[in-house]
């Protein structure tokens, strides 16, 4: 894998990477000093341009940064979830301090996610077992669902603003509606235990782990918005179809060696995914929706398509550039790098 870009974050041990929705050239990277065991948070604004990766600016924090999303309504603005629990916005075009603080989470805020479709929301969730919906506009949250564990993934629909996902400690996927009464279990309309084996026998060679395990991160499918693949500490990668909570997973895909940290569905084709774990690689994949079933059961044995392996610790983050040709990936890890690289090169067989 010949074109690869690097920049190095001294000091600062990655937790997410985000390209930015507005250019192709823009990316952000939250940081923690010392692992996120204590300390400060950094986060990262870079510029690619033809001196590779530069710094356009930073902002500390108190506490370690573990989580970041880009406003979906002003290019120069991002939130950034950090350990003391609270989410920070903050504008490239104010120095040193948050324009607006959002604090009302008891315990680490872990994920945060702007809502892709009306814009003007966005969801955060924390170790305190709560996911908060907050308008940017106000301090205070819209609304709060409890999930009622650690929940280490939340995220919105990419095509209708009133659902909600979340992942956490109890091995479930749980999505929230919000055009439900709130007394109709706060919103909560499915919840999908991803560890339990599907109800048909999985294809011959394919048998993941049926005990319960923490699921640390999901994504919905950018072209089907039913669906939602799920990763965690049982090192399989899963999805699911949330029209058939009770049919089990729609496909497996295994070959992770320690826990999957974090994965996202390609925005440039239907069934190709890439993940992050901790056996620091990070292995791009498809689902198998789009191949001929060539076996009887209903679940499908992924195909994993290549394996970048140049990070040295945890990998934490990864994402795809919306941009381009598209196959732009970028991946962060503990190891105080940021990789830019182009996973085509894998599609092509060229990696």
């Known amino acids: 894998m010949a ?17 930015s929705p507005y250019y192709d050239s823009r990316i952000a ?4 000093a010392n692992y996120g065991i204590v300390g400060n948070g950094r986060v990262f604004i870079l510029g690619l341009g033809p001196q590779g990766v530069q710094i356009e600016k930073t902002f500390d924090t108190n506490d370690a940064q573990y989580d970041l999303a880009w406003s979906e309504i002003n290019e120069n603005q991002l939130l950034v979830a950090c350990g003391d629990g609270s989410i920070k916005l903050y504008d490239m075009n104010v120095n040193e301090f948050p324009v607006m ?9 872990f994920s945060v996610a702007w809502s892709p479709v009306t814009k003007d929301t966005f969801a955060s969730s924390s170790w305190d077992g709560t996911i908060k919906i907050w308008s940017p506009a106000r301090r205070e949250s819209l609304h709060t669902l409890p999930v009622g564990n650690c929940t280490y993934s939340t995220s919105y629909c990419p095509s209708n603003p009133n659902i909600i996902s979340a992942v956490s400690t109890d091995s479930h996927l749980r999505i929230f509606d ?11 309309t499915v919840k999908i235990p991803v560890h339990l084996p599907p109800p048909a026998p999985p294809p011959q060679g394919l048998s993941p782990p049926a005990i319960p395990g923490e699921v640390l991160t999901h994504d919905w499918n950018k072209y089907n918005n039913t669906v939602i693949a799920t990763g965690g500490v049982d090192r399989v990668l899963r999805t699911f179809d949330i029209r058939s909570p009770s049919a089990g997973p729609a496909s497996v895909m295994m070959g992770h060696e320690y826990a999957v940290r974090r994965l996202a569905w390609s925005p440039h084709a239907s069934d190709i995914l890439i993940s992050a774990s901790y056996d620091m ?3 791009l994949w498809t ?9 009887a059961s209903p679940v499908k044995a992924g195909i994993q398509l290549g394996i970048m392996n140049r990070h040295t610790e945890f ?3 990864v994402d795809w550039c919306l941009f381009g040709v598209g196959g732009w990936v970028a991946t962060v890890g503990w190891d105080e790098r940021l990789l830019l690289w182009d996973a085509n090169r894998m599609l092509q067989g060229q990696a």
């Not at 074109?3 to 000091?11: D, I, N, V």
């Not at 990277?29 to 923690?32: I, L, M, N, R, Y």
């Not at 919000?178 to 909560?188: D, E, G, I, K």
């Open 281 to 283: 690689t990070v292995r």
């Open 3 to 19: 074109s690869m870009l690097e920049f190095r974050t001294p000091g600062w041990n990655p937790y997410a990477v985000k390209y």
């Open 287 to 295: 689902d198998g929706s789009t191949m001929a079933a060539q076996q």
């Open 29 to 32: 990277v939250a940081s923690a």
């Open 101 to 109: 603080n959002f604090h009302e989470h008891k315990r680490e805020a």
């Open 178 to 188: 919000l055009r439900t009464p709130v007394t109709a279990q706060y919103h909560l």
């Open 315 to 317: 990998v934490t983050g």
